[in-house]
């Protein structure tokens, strides 16, 4: 940490801009980004540096950065946070006299301040995506941006209306945290699908706005985590009863649901292939749902295979998709960056509106290891589940983009980094399976960005079954595999109490480009078994650990990583809440 904000205050946040152009997602081989585009950007944010005259608008009108004396006080806020002279500047032209301060009283103001300042720039970061969609080549990578900029509006708003309330219960500040990691991630994906397609210069400006945003809400964060010891009185979470397993998200009524099968339940409407349903496609049926349910909608697909490419979108909500098997009900798609797509459209389903169910269903992208970044399935919904389902691609099959997820006895198969985003996501009694590569290739199982060090984000994986597939396991030699790679610099990812078969290379975890992140990440291992499971020659990192105690291997749980007692148990989804011993 002391490193990197050395790094951030030489250069403003040009620097942590670079570094992330530099570690772009071409995974098929850790390659060189376009050193074009990393001049450019850094170029276009220094000469509107984060933290001066642009950024530092009080109600009176713009006050120059040298004019401006922070008080001790909002230096203790500013301190921890990654860009903190962009914090200190921000705060001060909203606070009133430094004579007063910030006291522990208002503390709640200051974060409302911080969630407002990045809501501004969200805004004009929308209206400049917008009128660039249509005056460039790369459509359909600004297109992503401005769903991803949207997308983020909705979070901080939701963010300040629960920063407006008089004090916060743990559930809301976990809320808020969420929020706050999810809108940090939106923008680096926002920034990794433009860099993706193109050199980044024509769209320049547009980088810029939106490292903006990333700044403002990477600093609401950090001041949120930071001073959540404030709160310890309003901080106690309720005791919620687990009821056959699972987090409090899930309601009585789910729970049924889950536990009956597909053809005893009463779904709202049923999709059929052969038209002896409502509706042919999922996505007719998805389009008709209602808008901002807060009731549960249960959509029946029959036994077929569905090729479309299916989105569902931020006003359907509370929607559960439910087939007659996952090797019975299949949705199935191709697209692939190397045939133009960015890696967040290639996905066959992409599901964002909040409390996505789904169960006994495949997804399946069948573009093909020589296609590279080609996703099966892309998940931003929070508080979502999936329940005995197949995700099945080669490069880039699961992407748990953003928010809170759970998946269980689902079975997973790929190659690169098929596991790979950034939230706060536990797969539990799960089967994943390593496929045979393409040429010169080595498998992943997981690539976790997280960029932030206060973001709630990790993969953990929990008591899963991990070998090869079938097509893996006469050339498994020939093509290591790995437990993970660090995409971005705090990747976190954990198994636990899983079986790892011998397709696992001892050393366990591979490098992404050279000695990145390897002192930043947090990678564990905790009571694993199986061939795969030795950790006498593991890696060296001094992120890496081997998990010894209980008590630092339960944050990974259930209970303690996604809150799980707290909105599980409403499916019927049986799960584990912590440790099985």
Sequence with gaps: MENMDSLIESSGAATRNQMFVSRKKNRGKCVTVIAVASIVVVAMIMCEPIGVNALSRSREGYVAAQELEP????????????YPESCRVTLSSYLTSSSN???????????????????????RAFVQ?????????????????????????????????LLQQDGMNAREHSEVRALLSAAITNMETCHDGILEKSDGKSEAGLLSSVERVKVFASNCLAILVNTKSNW???????????????PWWVSAADRRILQTSANDINADVV????????????TEAINKAPEKSSKRHVIKVK??????YVEVGKTKTNILLIGEGMKRTIVTGS?????????????????????????????????????????????????????????????????????RQFYRECLVLGTVDFIFGNSAVVL?????????????????????????????????????????????????????????????????????????????????????SGDFALKTLYYGEYKNSGAGARTGNRVKWGGYHVIKSSKEAIKFTVDEFIQGNEWLQATGVDYITGLTD
């Excluded at 999709?271 to 999922?282: E, L, Q, R, Y």
């Excluded at 993970?484 to 078969?501: H, N």
């Design 232 to 246: 310890a009185d309003k901080l106690a979470l309720p005791s919620t009863p687990i009821k056959e397993g699972f």
């Design 129 to 161: 995506a917008s009128a660039f969609f249509n005056q460039t080549h790369y459509q359909i990578a600004v297109g992503d941006c401005v769903e991803l900029i949207d997308i983020t509006k909705d979070q901080l708003s939701s963010s300040l209306s």
């Design 303 to 308: 036994k077929g295979t569905y090729k479309e």
């Design 101 to 123: 301060g910030v006291t522990l009283q208002n503390k709640q103001q200051v974060l409302h301040i911080a969630a407002m300042v990045a809501m501004k720039e969200a805004n």
């Design 428 to 512: 539990q009694s799960c089967t994943l399976l390593p496929r045979k590569p393409g040429q010169s290739q080595k498998n992943a199982i997981t690539a976790q960005g997280r960029t932030d060090p206060n973001q709630d984000t990790g993969i953990s994986i929990h008591s899963c079954n991990i070998t090869a597939d079938s097509d893996l396991v006469p050339v498994k030699t020939s093509f290591p595999t790995y437990l993970g790679r660090p995409w971005k610099e705090y990747s976190r990812t954990v198994y636990m109490q899983s079986f790892l078969g011998d397709a696992i290379n001892p050393a366990g975890w591979l490098e992404w």
């Design 71 to 82: 008080s001790i006080e909002i230096e203790s806020v500013c301190s921890p946070t990654l």
């Design 335 to 403: 697209r692939n960056v190397v045939d133009g797509s960015t890696t967040f459209k290639s996905a066959t389903f992409a599901v964002v509106g909040k409390g996505f169910m789904a169960q006994d269903i495949a997804f399946v992208n069948t573009a093909g290891p020589k296609k590279h970044q080609a996703v099966a399935l892309r998940v931003g919904s929070d508080q979502s589940v999936f329940y005995r389902c197949k995700i099945a691609g080669h490069q880039d099959t699961l992407y748990t983009h953003s928010l």
């Design 271 to 282: 999709v059929a292939a052969d038209g002896s349903g409502n509706f042919k496609t999922i």
